[in-house]
């Protein structure tokens, strides 16, 4: 069976080449030099039918361990999480699945409500006055973060904690070069900040502290303590948080940060193979102004109907360069949308709900580890959803995560690969969708492969 996939005739062809003086297809490549092009063929697989090719690409796509084949315990930043089926159902109406940004923003009343819902769901969340249209995903979001402190502070130093996600801080670092900035890195002490290191640190230079609560290790930072440390030297506080565990834990707004990021991935998001994920800005009311991208307004129009509009777009494509807070080129309306519909969907009660099974079955897995005799806990301060496993020495966590695959687990991330000194260690992820069954079984394999 053969059908055309592209509406191009011969005569077609022959009508454009006619149009723009050119005899043969090759006329167009004529500026190219001879002995820079590509002579013979390409190593490609020979041409495949329609049905050829759908079985082929769906032979692809099942060598991924999916979530649904596979039960993971894989956290790091991406998350296995309930996904409700109405998220898919609304994204998927052409007029959201089809819309990319708001150009001419007053016609497109829908895109805008849908961006204006998601901010204000974000500030209600966070406890923060001003939250903007989406950022492209939560590690660009931070280092946007530390931009925006040091052009309200003047100052060119930020000092950030190595329990931030390592994406993250690799991604701030590149931005700092930029921007001329000095990036200060502190170390942890049980899994958190370390305190002592981190009041040294902070000087009258000191731009911003840039803090991850939960943090890599999935432990929850002592933010009260960390506050007056920052404000005492005028420095902004900057958090990363996982908007899931604001469910439980108190907002950001009333611990005193200034600027609060982070992924909203956990919000019905899928984890897409990596991405991609939708960031999310908040900041206190006098940051307003400097905030990247760009935020919706709620008004009324001439006849007193309710109405949206664009009231800030900081970014350079909308206004002179150098005036600009921000380059950023694109934000993430669609998934902004899912996380929107998914909070839209579990409401206060659902949000407490899901945290709580968060912490429930993480906490269960880690004292089921802790019974046994070959696994330990490496840190002992609190957490969330997330914790680190203590192997026994000697022991490969790439060979045992592709025994683990075998069985039938997405096990935990190698911290050695980012942490020089947690080697032989794994950090796992547990969420509400992991059953107490899965829990042991994955327990009872890991303990029986090492």
């Not at 592209?6 to 006619?18: I, S």
């Not at 060598?63 to 894989?74: K, M």
Request: net charge negative; hydrophobic share 40%.
């Amino acid at each position: 069976m053969k059908h055309r996939y592209l509406p191009m005739t011969e005569q077609d062809q022959a009508e454009m080449l006619a149009t723009i003086g050119a005899e043969s297809i090759e006329d167009l490549f004529a500026d190219i030099p001879e002995e820079i092009r590509y002579n013979g063929v390409l190593p490609m697989s020979k041409r495949l039918s329609e049905p050829e090719l759908l079985k082929f690409m769906h032979e692809l796509a099942a060598r991924n361990a999916d979530f649904e084949r596979y039960t993971s315990f894989l956290g790091a930043g991406l998350y296995d999480h309930h996904i409700p089926v109405v998220i898919n159902h609304v994204i998927s109406r052409s007029e959201f699945y089809t819309a990319y940004t708001p150009y001419q923003a007053e016609i497109s009343q829908g895109e805008l409500q849908a961006i204006f819902e998601f901010q204000s769901y974000i500030c209600e969340l966070t406890g923060m006055k001003v939250a903007n249209a989406s950022m492209y995903d939560g590690s660009t979001a931070l280092a946007e973060a530390a931009a925006l402190a040091s052009g309200a502070t003047k100052r060119k130093k930020i000092v950030v904690s190595r329990t931030v996600h390592p994406e993250a801080r690799e991604i701030l670092h590149t931005s700092a070069r930029g921007l001329g900035l000095e990036v200060v890195e502190i170390g942890f002490h049980n899994g958190v900040t370390d305190m002592e290191a981190l009041s040294s640190a902070i000087t009258d230079d000191t731009a911003a502290v840039l803090i991850q609560s939960p943090n890599f290790f999935g432990c929850i930072e002592d933010i009260r303590a960390i506050e007056p440390l920052v404000h005492a030297q005028k420095s902004l506080l900057v958090l990363s948080v996982n908007p899931l565990s604001l469910g439980l834990l108190e907002s950001p707004g009333e611990l005193g940060a200034d600027i609060v990021v982070g992924d909203a991935q956990p919000l019905g998001i899928p984890a897409s193979l990596g991405g991609p994920t939708c960031g999310f800005f908040a900041v206190s009311e006098p940051l307003m102004r400097r905030i990247p991208g760009r935020i919706v307004g709620q008004t009324i129009d001439k006849e007193g109907k309710r109405g949206f509009v664009l009231t800030l777009q900081a970014r350079e494509q909308h206004i002179r360069r150098e005036k600009a807070t921000s380059n950023i080129c694109s934000n993430q309306a669609l998934l902004a949308l899912c996380a929107s519909v998914y909070m839209s969907t579990l409401g206060k009660m659902g949000m407490q709900e899901v945290a709580l099974l968060n912490v429930q079955k993480s906490h269960y897995a880690s004292e089921r580890i802790t019974k046994g005799s070959t696994l330990s806990l490496e840190f002992t301060s609190p957490f969330f959803n997330e914790f680190i496993v203590k192997l026994p020495d000697g022991a490969d966590i790439k060979d045992l995560n592709a025994k683990l695959i075998k069985a039938g687990y997405i096990g935990g991330y190698d911290l050695g690969l980012v942490y020089p000194e947690l080697q032989g260690r794994m950090l796992i992820a547990v969420t509400e969708r992991r059953t107490k069954e899965e829990i042991d079984r994955f327990i009872d394999e890991l303990e029986a492969i090492i």
